[in-house]
């Protein structure tokens, strides 16, 4: 269902001033364990550790929880101030903004920068509807369960590329960055960068972000460049929640009039094809069918099918490449992977539509299935339909993959589906 960030009116949006801001940085996390489990803050083979990269620029502050006795072991540089209450932090953080510099036409840039966990909170897109850039780490290689802590054990064979993937795909530059903090030279870089884009950044949300750091800006070349405007996705507005909202409801009770909570059949009938209702009696005719300026298939507008939501007009089929998983493929065509997709594309109709050569068709349990081999000529359909999955991949194997379209800014719904 998603969440609601504060959306600022224009009036709060004019009001937005970077003029009063010092080059201080303000990081946020009351653990001293995330110096040191998330982010590689020193030098390791001669690679400089961001935070030394970050102190270089301006003051790092902390808010770790200490007892007096133990005070925390956090970096020398960086200036603890403990565990504070959400008004005393609303302070420090104003604190930052407490200085005029000399030249007060000249903005300043406004950074909100994740150490990598949590994934996917709420805090960068606060951040980012207050008008500042977010960086965040890229994860080489993806996180999962097979090599992080946090997803071992979990049931999913997703990848996570970065802090918060939704941020990196589809708000991306100039609000997002996401490169990779092992490489201080990527890291130098971006924050040069960051530190010659002007931005609008109030300090609203900084309370829930990362780290809000405010560089300040001295050249008649920073001057000149154009402002990173405050942006909120609109799925996460009041208003496209409750979009999503009545389109999740609406679309429930009208496939589930006679049993709400009826489970949908987990595969489709082998007939399909043959209720083609374009003519008036029924026709053999494809399930899937080429569209127009593009690789994937779709289903065929005169071939029925049982009522689902998404539409099926929402329907694109793609192959995957070997050891590339359904969202990988998916994304790199501009749409988003659908799950509830997969009973449509399970079938002997879904290979010969796309033209797969198979000696062997099989019904198998495992998590990348629907899916075929071009070498060995072998194919497998999904015979556990729980084990749907998009993340799955292999590197002998091509995923048969459900993609969708979707709206934009409404990545949950599909182009039809309102």
């Known amino acids: 269902m998603g969440f609601v960030s504060e959306e600022l009116n224009e009036t709060e949006k004019r009001s937005i001033q970077q003029n009063k801001v010092n080059n201080m940085a303000v990081v946020y996390g009351k653990e001293a364990s995330i110096y040191y489990l998330f982010i590689p803050f020193t030098c390791q083979k001669g690679k400089e550790g961001f935070l030394q990269i970050l102190h270089k620029y301006m003051e790092v502050h902390g808010t ?225 069918v080429p569209l127009p300026n593009s690789t994937a298939l779709g289903w065929a507008s005169n071939v029925t099918a049982p009522p689902t939501w998404p539409p099926l007009s929402s329907l694109r089929l793609l192959v995957s490449q070997e050891g590339q998983s359904c969202v990988e493929a998916c994304h790199s065509d501009g749409f988003v992977c659908e799950p509830a997709h997969f009973r449509f594309i399970n079938s002997k109709e879904a290979l010969r539509g796309l033209e797969v050569q198979c000696e062997v068709v099989d019904s198998e349990v495992n998590h990348i299935l629907p899916a075929f081999s071009v070498v060995r000529r072998e194919c497998g359909l999904q015979r556990e339909p729980l084990l749907f999955s998009c993340a799955g991949h292999s590197p002998k194997y091509r995923r048969l993959c459900p993609c969708r379209d979707f709206r934009r800014g409404q990545v949950a719904l599909c182009r039809d589906c309102l």
């Open 64 to 288: 770790v929880y200490y007892e007096t006795q133990r005070p925390p072991e956090v970096p020398a540089f960086v200036k603890n101030h403990g565990l504070l209450p959400q008004h005393e932090l609303q302070q420090l953080l104003r604190k930052a903004k407490a200085r005029k510099p000399r030249h007060t036409s000249i903005l300043t840039a406004g950074l909100f920068i994740g150490f990598g966990f949590p994934y996917e909170g709420p805090a960068p897109l606060e951040a980012i509807a207050n008008g500042c850039i977010f960086l965040q780490p890229k994860f080489q290689p993806p996180h999962s369960s097979l090599n992080h802590e946090f997803f071992r054990g979990k049931p999913t064979s997703r990848e996570v590329s970065s802090q918060h993937p939704y941020a990196e795909q589809y708000i991306g530059t100039p609000h997002v960055m996401t490169v990779d903090y092992n490489n201080s030279l990527e890291f130098d870089s971006a924050i040069r960068e960051i530190m010659r884009t002007k931005t609008r950044c109030s300090s609203a949300a900084s309370a829930d972000c990362s780290i809000a750091v405010f560089p300040q800006r001295r050249t008649a070349e920073r001057e000149r460049m154009e402002p990173v405007e405050p942006y909120l996705p609109y799925e996460y507005t009041c208003e496209g929640m409750l979009e999503r909202v009545h389109a999740y409801i609406q679309n429930q009770v009208r496939f589930k009039s006679t049993d709400f909570c009826a489970p949908e059949p987990p595969f489709v009938p082998a007939n399909l094809s043959r209720q083609a209702s374009g003519g008036g009696g029924s026709a053999r005719g494809p399930l899937f």
